[in-house]
């Protein structure tokens, strides 16, 4: 059983059902046969627990992925090694000995009686190359990683010269690896392009835009429609995150509060990018909240963006949901006491409720919880979203990884600590291509994905100008924040 970290630490639920279902439990599926004493000798190195994988030394881990004449790798073994094999060693230096391995499998099968099961060996070791590149096709980006994969093809196309079928397996396998490449290639530089929304300076003293000036509800007043394209914004950028960012981030983040990766920084673009985006809809709020000049118009923009995240939270969209508590949670927006008398809180209430961070974010994760059994046994694309709140997920994994250590004190790699964390990001990326069932509205996410917002002190300043300062130390704030931007000017 997994030792539960510090409870004021986030970690996703343990009770949540996996997408990998019960074979992520290491146990061997059914007809597929155990693995033998392999060529070195190293699957002796593995310990099993009530038939489950817990540990193993890196090269019996290597053997126990490559397939023999009489065993195949369970699925969910091969993703959660490829997975979590980046913490030890690069791709291309796995693909490097698990060519060894191949070569050392196929020398035996040469030398004794079973030669003519080379060819079904040679198939297998396709299928695993098949499931590799398809699970991971940015490991085969450079160019140590596609050389190594050209030599194992070729050593196994070697075994079945006669009819070809290896040699047409590899072909295709190659031609959907390219394709692969190709379109996450595209996709990066489209990312690149992508900037986030120009920072306002916003009024400066007495310098709040016109009443008339276009806001959010001039472009949707209806709280639904605007949920709706708040879940396509996060569907279309949360699903160019790939298992390896969330591995990569995982081994390298700095601090739990700059998520930058210490290695190849675009490796993290999209993570990076994801996270941007719920700083900026936070700040959208706050912006669209405090740049209105009437009080009455104020205390509407408030109660519509209740009712927007409390639609978030019936689709499922948490991260939307949080980033617009987040906005008006804000101390430009929290401040605004005169405007808050006048909102009908009681469904505001509610939604802190659910994110409450008090007993490890209980609340939510119940909520989320109640979304992934929801999405599971869903008829519809509408009843399978879940977009669970970014920072925290991205926390829980963070937490797994750093309260169990990678290595057992006899130097086995500790293998129970990497099937938890492949189950959490294996559901995480099943969330994440769930095709998005709303009609997209282009002028509503351009307003969204574009509309400037405003800095930090443009928020205090618009906040003040609604509302003076009602102490001394928001006078003193005030006449501080004034003589500044006086000077700036």
């Given at each position: 059983m997994f030792l539960e970290p510090q409870e004021t630490m986030p970690q996703t639920s343990v009770v949540f059902s996996?997408?990998?279902?019960?074979?992520?439990?290491?146990?061997?599926?059914?007809?597929?046969?155990?693995?033998?004493?392999?060529?070195?000798?190293?699957?002796?190195?593995?310990?099993?627990?009530?038939?489950?994988?817990?540990?193993?030394?890196?090269?019996?881990l290597m053997e126990h992925l490559v397939p023999t004449v009489d065993y195949y790798p369970d699925r969910t073994y091969i993703f959660t090694f490829l997975l979590s094999s980046r913490v030890f060693m690069p791709p291309h230096d796995l693909l490097a000995r698990v060519g060894q391995i191949c070569v050392e499998q196929k020398q035996q099968?040469?030398?004794?009686?079973?030669?003519?099961?080379?060819k079904s060996f040679s198939a297998k070791i396709v299928q695993l190359l098949k499931e590799w590149t398809e699970a991971f096709p940015y490991d085969f980006q450079d160019e140590k990683a596609m050389a190594e994969l050209k030599a194992i093809t070729h050593r196994v196309t070697q075994c079945d010269e006669e009819n070809g079928t290896v040699k047409k397996a590899i072909a295709?396998?190659?031609?959907?690896?390219?394709?692969?490449l190709a379109a996450r290639s595209q996709l990066q530089e489209l990312r690149e392009k992508l900037r986030p929304p120009a920072i306002d300076k916003g009024p400066i003293l007495k310098t709040k835009p016109p009443?008339?000036?276009?806001?959010?509800?001039?472009?949707?007043?209806?709280?639904?429609?605007?949920?709706q394209q708040l879940?396509?914004?996060?569907?279309?950028?949360?699903?160019?995150?790939?298992?390896?960012?969330?591995?990569?981030?995982?081994?390298?983040?700095?601090?739990?509060?700059?998520?930058?990766?210490?290695?190849?920084?675009?490796?993290?673009?999209?993570?990076?990018?994801?996270?941007?985006w719920f700083n900026c809809l936070s700040m959208l709020v706050?912006?669209?909240?405090?740049?209105?000049?009437?009080?009455?118009?104020?205390?509407?923009?408030?109660?519509?963006?209740?009712?927007?995240a409390r639609e978030c939270f019936n689709i499922g969209n948490f991260n939307s949901m949080m980033a617009i508590i987040s906005g008006m949670n804000l101390s430009p927006v929290a401040r605004l006491k005169k405007t808050w008398s006048k909102v009908k809180t009681a469904k505001f209430d509610v939604l802190e409720h659910h994110m409450d961070p008090s007993s490890n974010f209980c609340n939510y994760r119940t909520a989320l919880q109640g979304a992934t059994q929801r999405s599971q046994m869903a008829?519809?694309?509408?009843?399978?979203?879940?977009?669970p709140v970014f920072n925290l997920f991205v926390k829980d994994i963070y937490f797994l990884h750093k309260i169990h250590t990678n290595h057992l004190p006899n130097g086995h790699i500790n293998f129970k600590k990497f099937w938890e964390i492949s189950r959490q990001i294996h559901e995480f990326m099943t969330w994440t291509q769930v095709e998005c069932p709303f009609e997209k509205d282009k002028k509503i996410q351009s307003y969204l994905l574009t509309a400037p917002i405003y800095s930090e002190e443009?928020?205090?300043?618009?906040?003040?100008?609604?509302?003076?300062?009602?102490?001394?130390?928001?006078k003193d704030s005030w006449k501080t924040l004034r003589t500044t931007l006086l000077n700036r000017a």
């Amino acid at each position: 059983m997994f030792l539960e970290p510090q409870e004021t630490m986030p970690q996703t639920s343990v009770v949540f059902s996996s997408i990998l279902g019960p074979s992520c439990s290491g146990q061997v599926q059914p007809g597929m046969g155990e693995r033998g004493g392999g060529a070195g000798g190293g699957s002796g190195d593995l310990i099993f627990q009530d038939g489950r994988l817990i540990s193993g030394s890196l090269e019996a881990l290597m053997e126990h992925l490559v397939p023999t004449v009489d065993y195949y790798p369970d699925r969910t073994y091969i993703f959660t090694f490829l997975l979590s094999s980046r913490v030890f060693m690069p791709p291309h230096d796995l693909l490097a000995r698990v060519g060894q391995i191949c070569v050392e499998q196929k020398q035996q099968l040469e030398a004794g009686p079973e030669k003519a099961k080379l060819k079904s060996f040679s198939a297998k070791i396709v299928q695993l190359l098949k499931e590799w590149t398809e699970a991971f096709p940015y490991d085969f980006q450079d160019e140590k990683a596609m050389a190594e994969l050209k030599a194992i093809t070729h050593r196994v196309t070697q075994c079945d010269e006669e009819n070809g079928t290896v040699k047409k397996a590899i072909a295709q396998m190659t031609q959907s690896l390219l394709l692969s490449l190709a379109a996450r290639s595209q996709l990066q530089e489209l990312r690149e392009k992508l900037r986030p929304p120009a920072i306002d300076k916003g009024p400066i003293l007495k310098t709040k835009p016109p009443a008339a000036q276009k806001d959010i509800l001039g472009v949707c007043c209806d709280p639904l429609v605007l949920a709706q394209q708040l879940t396509h914004i996060e569907l279309d950028r949360v699903s160019s995150i790939y298992p390896e960012d969330l591995m990569q981030i995982v081994s390298h983040m700095d601090s739990l509060d700059n998520h930058r990766c210490r290695g190849d920084l675009t490796k993290t673009y999209s993570l990076e990018a994801y996270d941007n985006w719920f700083n900026c809809l936070s700040m959208l709020v706050a912006t669209e909240v405090c740049r209105v000049v009437k009080k009455k118009h104020r205390t509407r923009m408030l109660e519509f963006f209740i009712d927007v995240a409390r639609e978030c939270f019936n689709i499922g969209n948490f991260n939307s949901m949080m980033a617009i508590i987040s906005g008006m949670n804000l101390s430009p927006v929290a401040r605004l006491k005169k405007t808050w008398s006048k909102v009908k809180t009681a469904k505001f209430d509610v939604l802190e409720h659910h994110m409450d961070p008090s007993s490890n974010f209980c609340n939510y994760r119940t909520a989320l919880q109640g979304a992934t059994q929801r999405s599971q046994m869903a008829n519809s694309s509408r009843e399978k979203i879940v977009i669970p709140v970014f920072n925290l997920f991205v926390k829980d994994i963070y937490f797994l990884h750093k309260i169990h250590t990678n290595h057992l004190p006899n130097g086995h790699i500790n293998f129970k600590k990497f099937w938890e964390i492949s189950r959490q990001i294996h559901e995480f990326m099943t969330w994440t291509q769930v095709e998005c069932p709303f009609e997209k509205d282009k002028k509503i996410q351009s307003y969204l994905l574009t509309a400037p917002i405003y800095s930090e002190e443009a928020l205090f300043v618009a906040s003040f100008e609604s509302e003076g300062p009602e102490n001394h130390m928001e006078k003193d704030s005030w006449k501080t924040l004034r003589t500044t931007l006086l000077n700036r000017a």
